[in-house]
């Protein structure tokens, strides 16, 4: 039987050495809380419709939770992280991560509640070990093509993960536990194959708790629609730049306006955007560097915290205006943004930059598994949101991007183009191993 998480539903145990603190609390308990708060975070999002204005009660994204706390401290660092509206995730995913039983095991130790997959994380797991020599073999042997055969290993890592996530996903009753899929990079820009491979990935996998997962390029907003349209739920990559994220909203709203004229059931379908943080410093502090003022040199490591803010704003405003308050009286819920490539690259800049700088409400954080290894070590245990002042200022700084004469358009058309090329490349270099296997 895969291993799960359906047999840790009545206590913890601890590990001599491990980084954890006090006793974790029971599985069950804490979905149980998590399914409980979330009705609660959701009215401080969008507002209770009598009047109450949205992100204020209690505060701007903020919100004091007592059940994730043993004598008076958080049970462990990334559950003090989740308990203030940040679902935790693991942007890493392998054979032996499933066999070894390690997923489920950060599930219970670390609040682990989804995990993301790509072309690049797939490459490295198929190519960068032996574990799926036999499995290779035998696809191998039964003469399928080198494509379907890299897309059954990734459907059988998919899979087993969607299983153990599911009691995370019927604990939140579908709010939490997703795994996600990328469809071929190679399509981002034909908007019907992409449409197409969904479908098949969806077919596939055959799990309820399964993201599929496409690119915002200009192609990507059509599929986004038509996808949700179908009650696919859809996790957006590759997100840059915060007019192209207000096209992934309107994608996401006109879809569920579409499946609702179908008769569809929009509780049934789900979605996150997926804006991609640290790669926005990179590119801009090499073209700040090369600035080289003082106003310039001011902005260096500060612009990706401020883009993801800026895109909260967003998500804010348009997820509690009267448009989406008439999906959610027919079980449509908010698309959450969703922070991806959190790992700092630069060595100056702080390992928890990414994440402890962009604490709020109805988000998700997915993480390598070093970057969550090092939050549950030293991250702040009791992380505070980022308030609408930040949001403010975030938007500012941005605007002094073309003051010291850096270009935010171009900086976000190239971090998309890199985006593609990237995963283009990681794609075919898994298809070159599976064939010289």
């Known amino acids: 039987m895969e291993t799960g ?41 969008v507002g209770d419709h009598t009047g109450q204005e949205p992100g204020r009660s209690r505060g701007f994204g903020h919100h004091t939770p007592t059940d994730p706390y043993h004598g008076g401290m958080p049970i462990s660092n990334l559950h003090g992280l989740a308990a203030a509206g940040v679902s935790v995730w693991s942007d890493q995913i392998s054979k032996k991560m499933l066999e070894s039983g390690e997923l489920a095991r950060r599930v219970e130790r670390d609040a682990v509640t989804g995990v993301t997959s790509n072309p690049t994380i797939f490459a490295g797991a198929i190519g960068g070990s032996d574990d799926y020599d036999t499995d290779l073999q035998d696809l191998k042997s039964a003469g399928l093509p080198t494509e379907e055969i890299a897309k059954t290993l990734m459907a059988g890592d ?188 630069n060595p100056a800049y702080s390992d928890l930059l990414y994440v402890e700088s962009l604490v709020a409400n109805d988000t998700v954080n997915t993480m390598p598994l070093e970057t969550i290894d090092a939050y549950q070590d030293h991250g702040d245990p009791e992380p505070a949101s980022f308030d609408a002042v930040d949001i403010v200022r975030a938007n500012d700084q941005l605007d002094k991007m073309a003051d010291v004469g850096v270009d935010y358009d171009d900086v976000v058309a190239t971090l998309e183009r890199e985006g593609v090329e990237k995963f283009t490349a990681s794609w075919l270099e898994l298809l070159e191993q599976v064939e010289r296997a």
């Open 5 to 45: 998480i359906d047999h840790l539903v009545t206590g913890v145990t601890q590990g001599t050495g491990d980084h954890l603190g006090s006793a974790i609390m029971p599985v069950e308990t804490w979905f149980r809380y998590q399914d409980s708060e979330w009705h609660d975070r959701r009215r401080r999002l």
């Open 158 to 345: 998919i899979k087993r993960a969607c299983d153990v996530l599911a009691p995370v996903y019927n604990a939140t009753g579908g709010r939490d536990g997703f795994v996600s899929v990328e469809v071929s990079p190679t399509l981002a820009n034909d908007t019907e194959a992409t449409i197409a491979e969904a479908r098949d990935w969806v077919k596939q996998i055959d799990r309820d708790n399964l993201f599929v997962k496409v690119p915002a390029t200009a192609e990507g907003i059509p599929a986004i629609r038509a996808l949700i349209g179908e009650g696919i739920s859809v996790n957006v990559t590759l997100i840059f730049s915060l007019q192209r994220y207000g096209e992934v909203i309107d994608a996401y709203l006109d879809g569920l306006e579409d499946l609702h004229e179908m008769g569809g059931d929009l509780s049934s379908v789900f979605s996150v955007a997926s804006f991609f943080v640290s790669r926005f410093d990179t590119e801009a502090d090499q073209r700040l560097d090369a600035v080289g003022s003082n106003d310039a040199d001011d902005l260096k490591g500060k612009l990706a915290v401020a883009n993801a803010r800026a895109a909260y704003g967003l998500f804010l405003e348009a997820f509690s205006d009267g448009r989406f308050a008439s999906l959610t009286d027919q079980g449509g819920r908010p698309q959450k943004p969703l922070w991806a490539s959190t790992s700092t690259k």
